[in-house]
Protein backbone atom coordinates (compact mmCIF):
# COMPACT_ATOMS: atom_id res chain seq x y z
CA UNK A 1 0.00 0.00 0.00
CA UNK A 2 2.96 2.21 0.86
CA UNK A 3 5.01 1.86 -2.64
CA UNK A 4 1.11 2.42 -4.43
CA UNK A 5 0.15 5.84 -2.44
CA UNK A 6 3.58 7.62 -2.26
CA UNK A 7 4.45 8.60 -5.32
CA UNK A 8 0.85 10.55 -4.80
CA UNK A 9 2.03 12.23 -1.55
CA UNK A 10 5.31 13.15 -3.13
CA UNK A 11 3.22 14.32 -6.42
CA UNK A 12 1.42 16.53 -3.96
CA UNK A 13 4.24 17.49 -2.38
CA UNK A 14 6.06 18.73 -5.65
CA UNK A 15 3.07 20.39 -6.82
CA UNK A 16 3.09 22.68 -3.34
CA UNK A 17 6.75 23.43 -3.15
CA UNK A 18 7.87 23.19 -6.97
CA UNK A 19 10.11 20.88 -9.12
CA UNK A 20 13.10 22.52 -9.41
CA UNK A 21 16.18 21.47 -7.05
CA UNK A 22 15.44 22.67 -3.88
CA UNK A 23 11.18 21.99 -4.33
CA UNK A 24 12.56 18.04 -4.87
CA UNK A 25 14.68 18.01 -1.94
CA UNK A 26 12.10 19.70 0.69
CA UNK A 27 9.32 17.72 -1.12
CA UNK A 28 11.11 14.54 -0.41
CA UNK A 29 11.63 15.03 3.20
CA UNK A 30 7.81 16.37 3.50
CA UNK A 31 6.97 13.23 2.68
CA UNK A 32 8.29 11.53 5.60
CA UNK A 33 5.89 13.27 7.64
CA UNK A 34 3.04 11.37 6.32
CA UNK A 35 4.43 8.07 7.50
CA UNK A 36 5.66 9.40 10.82
CA UNK A 37 2.63 11.27 11.52
CA UNK A 38 0.39 7.42 11.38
CA UNK A 39 3.28 5.61 13.43
CA UNK A 40 2.15 8.01 16.00
CA UNK A 41 -1.74 8.34 15.51
CA UNK A 42 -1.15 4.35 15.43
CA UNK A 43 0.73 4.10 18.69
CA UNK A 44 -1.28 6.45 20.60
CA UNK A 45 -4.39 4.46 19.30
CA UNK A 46 -2.37 1.28 20.72
CA UNK A 47 -1.34 3.24 23.67
CA UNK A 48 -5.32 3.46 24.94
CA UNK A 49 -6.55 0.54 23.16
CA UNK A 50 -7.04 -2.91 25.32
CA UNK A 51 -4.84 -5.59 25.91
CA UNK A 52 -6.79 -8.41 25.73
CA UNK A 53 -10.92 -8.65 24.93
CA UNK A 54 -11.67 -8.85 28.74
CA UNK A 55 -9.41 -6.02 29.41
CA UNK A 56 -6.01 -4.48 30.35
CA UNK A 57 -2.97 -7.48 32.04
CA UNK A 58 -2.45 -4.78 34.91
CA UNK A 59 -6.30 -4.61 35.96
CA UNK A 60 -7.08 -8.18 35.20
CA UNK A 61 -4.06 -8.96 37.34
CA UNK A 62 -4.86 -6.82 40.30
CA UNK A 63 -8.49 -8.16 40.18
CA UNK A 64 -7.04 -11.87 40.31
CA UNK A 65 -8.72 -12.74 36.93
CA UNK A 66 -5.48 -13.20 35.32
CA UNK A 67 -1.98 -14.65 37.08
CA UNK A 68 0.98 -12.74 36.33
CA UNK A 69 3.28 -14.64 34.33
CA UNK A 70 6.97 -14.82 34.60
CA UNK A 71 8.10 -13.56 30.90
CA UNK A 72 11.48 -14.97 31.74
CA UNK A 73 10.91 -17.59 32.02
CA UNK A 74 8.73 -17.99 28.90
CA UNK A 75 11.90 -16.64 27.20
CA UNK A 76 13.90 -19.12 28.37
CA UNK A 77 11.47 -21.94 27.09
CA UNK A 78 11.83 -20.10 23.37
CA UNK A 79 15.39 -20.18 23.33
CA UNK A 80 15.78 -23.52 24.07
CA UNK A 81 13.23 -24.60 21.88
CA UNK A 82 15.05 -26.01 18.67
CA UNK A 83 11.71 -25.61 16.60
CA UNK A 84 11.77 -22.04 17.07
CA UNK A 85 15.52 -21.49 16.06
CA UNK A 86 14.91 -23.24 12.48
CA UNK A 87 11.14 -21.40 11.84
CA UNK A 88 12.98 -18.26 13.17
CA UNK A 89 16.20 -19.05 9.94
CA UNK A 90 13.80 -19.86 7.59
CA UNK A 91 11.22 -16.99 8.17
CA UNK A 92 14.57 -14.73 8.55
CA UNK A 93 15.88 -15.63 4.73
CA UNK A 94 12.48 -15.50 3.29
CA UNK A 95 11.24 -12.13 4.81
CA UNK A 96 14.81 -11.04 4.14
CA UNK A 97 14.15 -11.50 0.33
CA UNK A 98 11.07 -9.76 0.43
CA UNK A 99 12.28 -6.92 2.23
CA UNK A 100 14.88 -6.54 -0.27
CA UNK A 101 12.12 -7.15 -3.17
CA UNK A 102 10.07 -4.69 -1.62
CA UNK A 103 12.47 -1.84 -1.37
CA UNK A 104 14.14 -2.21 -4.79
CA UNK A 105 11.90 -3.48 -7.13
CA UNK A 106 10.12 -0.11 -7.22
CA UNK A 107 13.46 1.75 -7.68
CA UNK A 108 13.72 -0.91 -10.69
CA UNK A 109 11.11 -0.22 -12.82
CA UNK A 110 11.12 3.53 -12.87
CA UNK A 111 14.94 3.33 -13.56
CA UNK A 112 15.56 0.54 -16.05
CA UNK A 113 12.57 0.64 -17.29
CA UNK A 114 11.70 4.18 -17.45
CA UNK A 115 8.19 4.41 -15.86
CA UNK A 116 6.77 7.15 -13.85
CA UNK A 117 6.88 6.53 -10.26
CA UNK A 118 3.34 6.27 -9.96
CA UNK A 119 3.58 3.36 -12.68
CA UNK A 120 6.85 1.75 -10.98
CA UNK A 121 4.72 1.92 -6.97
CA UNK A 122 1.70 -0.38 -8.73
CA UNK A 123 4.37 -3.07 -10.62
CA UNK A 124 6.48 -2.54 -7.66
CA UNK A 125 3.47 -3.42 -5.15
CA UNK A 126 2.55 -6.41 -6.79
CA UNK A 127 5.14 -8.46 -5.24
CA UNK A 128 3.87 -7.31 -1.90
CA UNK A 129 0.15 -7.63 -2.53
CA UNK A 130 0.72 -11.20 -3.75
CA UNK A 131 1.68 -12.07 -0.33
CA UNK A 132 -2.39 -11.54 0.94
CA UNK A 133 -2.74 -14.92 -1.20
CA UNK A 134 0.18 -16.32 -0.89
CA UNK A 135 0.35 -16.39 3.10
CA UNK A 136 -3.45 -17.13 3.61
CA UNK A 137 -2.79 -20.18 1.32
CA UNK A 138 0.47 -20.86 2.95
CA UNK A 139 -1.25 -21.07 6.39
CA UNK A 140 -4.31 -23.05 5.42
CA UNK A 141 -1.96 -25.40 3.66
CA UNK A 142 0.31 -26.08 6.95
CA UNK A 143 -2.83 -26.66 8.71
CA UNK A 144 -4.41 -29.39 6.48
CA UNK A 145 -0.90 -31.10 6.51
CA UNK A 146 -0.65 -30.44 10.27
CA UNK A 147 -3.45 -32.19 11.00
CA UNK A 148 -2.77 -35.06 8.60
CA UNK A 149 0.23 -35.26 9.70
Not at 15 to 38: E, F, H, K, N, Y
Not at 66 to 90: C, D, H, P, R, Y
Not at 93 to 105: P, S, Y
Request: net charge positive; hydrophobic share 45%.
Amino acid sequence: VTQLVMPYVMLGFLQATGTDGPGVDRAWRLCMIVPASLHVIASVLIILGRDLPDGNYRELETSGAKQKSQGAKAVMIGFTNINAWILTITYGFCFGVELTMNNKAVLYFYRYYGVTPQIAGVLGSCFGLMNLFARSWGGMLSDMLNAKF
